[in-house]
């Protein structure tokens, strides 16, 4: 097998070759890189903007107060959306537990609904409004065309 690998060039040869073979095989002296490096110096300016300057910037690991109330109301929804889309698919099927299902979507919404205006009662209530008032709409919207739509039926 020695006498195979002197036919191929190294960089094919540490491919095809197992590893143990690869650890003892050394490629010739005039592939060798060398192994000095000097270092680049990094040149940092004086007059960076002003916002590398400004240490009570939000990083992005930091919350702000309207997070948690956000968090909470985004957990409300998903609930309040999987209880939508359950009774959406038990009314489209007419099932004998849609009338249910319709009842507990709305209650789920009443909740989020709760949560949403109490929330916008509190100093936060621009943030909050902005990140999650068009979702909470749009679900609200989304039930009660279910709820008319199961009337007609």
Do not use: W
Not at 73 to 80: D, G, L, V
Not at 117 to 131: Q, W
Not at 141 to 147: D, I, M, P, T
Request: glycine share 2%.
């Amino acid at each position: 097998m020695n006498s195979s690998l002197g036919r191929i060039s190294p960089r094919v040869a540490r491919s095809t070759i197992c590893t143990q073979c690869s650890r003892s095989f050394t490629p010739p002296r005039s592939l060798k890189v060398n192994t000095f490096h000097q270092p680049s110096t990094t040149i940092i300016p004086r007059n960076l903007p002003r916002f590398f300057h400004n240490s009570q910037s939000r990083t992005f690991a930091s919350k702000t107060p309207a997070d948690d109330t956000v968090e909470q109301i985004q957990e409300q929804y998903a609930t309040a959306r999987d209880e939508f889309e359950i009774a959406t698919e038990e009314t489209e099927k007419k099932s004998v537990y849609a009338a249910d299902d319709r009842a507990a979507a709305r209650e789920e919404l009443n909740d989020l609904k709760e949560i949403y205006e109490r929330a916008l009662e509190g100093s936060d209530a621009d943030e909050v409004r902005r990140r999650v008032g068009q979702r909470i709409r749009e679900l609200d919207n989304a039930v009660e065309r279910l709820e008319r739509s199961a009337l007609e039926d």
